[in-house]
């Protein structure tokens, strides 16, 4: 699995976008981007995945760019209940029965009020 | 809720003992993952089950050992327990095989060695 670059950490306010970059210059073609948070010692619940259209849900946006090298997870309306550690994965999506994930430090979101 | 249960929530053992941790999948998930998370080292994948069969080993130590039941609940086992094997231990489930795209989390068992 491709290796993902994030900021240690981010500030948001309340009621603003939290824009959560990540780095995956290494990216191949057949990998997907993955998002999943951990709220405080809970365990880390999934966001979203795209493969190279932007994507949406109920709980964020996924933004990548048209090279994949990076890509953007977007909270629109930040709560304080958004504050976590968020991790971009990159993996292969196979037909097969290995969804291994590897996680890396991630980013620390903190939403102010 | 993930609908993935881990029992106990919490343990606390002292060392050179052996504990057994248990997960629950969700209802028609095939695939269970373990997960450690340690302070110093993040979120490490440790082993996967299948349907019964091992299908992937991470940074698993001897010591340790799984499997999974035909009713598909998976047993976690640590033995000669050390003080670094403190942790958060959490069990995944997926549907796997042509589906499902996302991993589904417990709350974890928080372990404790003394």
């Known amino acids: 699995d491709a290796k993902t670059t994030q900021p240690p950490s981010m500030d948001c306010a309340e009621g603003r976008a939290a824009n959560l970059p990540c780095n995956h210059s290494t990216i191949s073609g057949n990998e997907y981007v993955y998002w999943y948070r951990q709220i405080h010692s809970q365990g880390p619940q999934y966001i979203i995945h795209g493969l190279k259209n932007n994507e949406t849900n109920e709980m964020a946006s996924l933004i990548i760019t048209e090279d994949r090298k990076s890509s953007t997870l977007i909270l629109p309306h930040a709560t304080l209940r958004d504050t976590a550690v968020y991790y971009c994965i990159v993996r292969v999506l196979s037909g097969g029965s290995n969804y291994k994930l590897t996680f890396g430090k991630g980013t620390l979101l903190t939403v102010n009020p | 809720d993930s609908g993935v249960t881990q029992t106990p929530k919490h343990l606390i053992t002292a060392t050179g003992q052996r504990v057994t941790l248990r997960c629950s999948p969700r209802?028609?998930?095939?695939?269970v993952y373990w997960y450690q998370q340690s302070l110093d080292q993040g979120l490490q994948f440790l082993i996967q089950?299948?349907?019964?069969?091992?299908?992937a080993k991470g940074n698993i130590l001897e010591r340790f050992s799984a499997q999974q039941f035909p009713d598909l609940h998976s047993e976690l086992n640590l033995s000669s327990l050390e003080l670094g094997d403190s942790a958060l231990y959490f069990c995944a489930s997926s549907v796997a095989a042509g589906g499902g795209t996302e991993a589904f989390f417990g709350q974890g068992t928080r372990l404790t060695v003394v």
């Open positions: 089950y299948y349907n019964g069969e091992e299908r």
């Open positions: 209802s028609g998930d095939l695939s």
